[in-house]
C-alpha cells in the first residue's frame, strides 16, 4: 500500500525469498559458489547450515536458478516431518514422477530407473532438503541410503541438506557418522554487520525502485542493532517502519518510528535462542552469551573439515 508513495515498483522488504533481493556479501559468495560447485561437480552431499532468518531458502533458490538455462531437475522438499514411504512418493511427485506403487522397493527401483535416464541425458537431479535439523533418525537414515544410486565414477542424484545449526549437532552424532563422511562441502549463513546491514537495505531499496533515501542514517543503525544483523528481521522493521512512514505522510524512516516499531514488534526484549553448540563451561552459556552479539555465536566456532567420500 505504500509502493506509489515512495515510488517503489515492488515490496523491498517482503517475507518470501525472492532471489532477485539476494545481496552478495563475501559469506554469501562463497556459500553460493559452494552450492553451485556441489550440485555442478556431483559431490553427492552438500550441508547448508545457518541460524534463523539469515537467508538460507533464498540462497538455495537463487543457486538453484543459476542453473536454469542448463538441464537440473529439482526435488524441493520444504518440510521434512515425513515418514520414509511419504518423502519418497514427494520427491517422485515433485521430479514429475507418478508412483507406479506405495512400496519402498518400488519407489526406489522407479526413482533409480528414472536417475539413469536423465544421467544418460546428462541431467543433473538434485534433492534439497530444508529445515533439515527437523529429519527422523530413520529418514536421515534412508536420505544417505539414496546417495548409493551411482554409476562407477558419478552420483546419479545430488542431496542438499539445509538447516539451522542443530543440523550440524545433528550431523555430529555417532549413528550418522557414515553420513557426515560423504558430505563433501559445507555452506554457511550469517548474520550481517552493520556496515553491511545498511548496504543490505540501500540494495534492496534500489532493486525496489527507490529514487532516494527512505531511511535515515540513524534509523539503519537502530535497525541493525535491534534486528542483531539477522535478514528476516531487518526486513520485518524495515516493513513496518515503512508502513509507518507511509501512515505519517514522511517521506524518510526517522530513528524514532524504527525504535517505535521495534517496542511494538518487542525487538528490544525479545529472547534469542542459542544453541547448545554456542554453549561453553558444560552447557551453560558463557559471558559471552548473554550479550546483544552472541545471537551470532554459532557463527564463531571453526568450520569442520570438508570430506570426499
Known amino acids: 500500500m505504500y509502493k506509489s508513495f ?80 511419504d518423502f519418497l512418493e514427494f520427491v517422485l511427485t515433485d521430479f514429475g514422477l ?25 541431467e543433473t537431479c538434485v534433492v534439497v532438503v530444508d529445515e533439515a535439523q ?34 550440524e549437532e545433528k550431523l555430529r552424532h555417532p ?37 532516494w533515501q527512505l531511511f535515515s542514517v540513524e534509523a539503519l543503525e537502530l535497525i541493525h542493532r535491534c534486528s542483531r544483523g539477522i535478514p528476516r528481521l531487518i526486513n520485518l522493521l524495515c516493513e513496518h517502519s515503512l508502513i509507518l512512514a507511509y501512515v505519517e505522510q514522511v517521506q524518510q524512516v526517522t530513528a524514532t518510528m524504527v525504535e517505535s516499531v521495534a517496542a511494538e514488534l518487542e525487538l528490544e526484549t525479545q529472547p534469542f535462542m542459542v544453541s547448545s553448540a554456542a554453549l561453553g563451561n558444560g552447557g551453560s552459556p558463557s559471558p559471552r552469551s548473554v550479550t546483544e552479539n552472541n545471537f551470532m555465536a554459532g557463527f564463531s566456532k571453526e568450520t569442520p573439515g570438508r570430506q570426499d567420500r
Open 175 to 211: 549413528s550418522v557418522r557414515q553420513l557426515r563422511q560423504r558430505v563433501s562441502l559445507w555452506c554457511r549463513t550469517q548474520a550481517l554487520t552493520e556496515n553491511q546491514t545498511h548496504a543490505y537495505v540501500t540494495e534492496r531499496l534500489r532493486i525496489a525502485g527507490a529514487s
Open 98 to 122: 507418478i508412483p507406479a506403487t506405495r512400496t519402498k522397493s518400488g519407489m526406489l527401483l522407479q526413482l533409480n530407473r528414472w536417475l539413469i535416464e536423465r544421467f544418460r541425458m546428462e
Open 6 to 85: 515512495f515510488k517503489l515498483q515492488s515490496s523491498p522488504f517482503g517475507t518470501s525469498p525472492d532471489p532477485r533481493f539476494l545481496y552478495m556479501m563475501p559469506h554469501t559468495r562463497e556459500a553460493l559458489a559452494c552450492l553451485e560447485y556441489g550440485i555442478s561437480a556431483r559431490k553427492g552431499f552438500t550441508v547448508l547450515t545457518g541460524e534463523v532468518g539469515t537467508g538460507k531458502t533464498t540462497l538455495l533458490r537463487r543457486a538453484l536458478a543459476s542453473f536454469s538455462s542448463r538441464r537440473v531437475s529439482t526435488a524441493f522438499v520444504f518440510n521434512p516431518r515425513l515418514d520414509v514411504l
Open 134 to 167: 527437523n529429519l527422523s533418525w530413520e529418514l536421515l537414515e534412508e536420505i544417505r541410503l539414496l546417495t548409493n544410486l551411482e554409476t562407477s565414477s558419478e552420483k546419479l542424484l545430488q542431496i542438499v541438506l539445509s538447516g539451522q545449526p542443530e543440523l
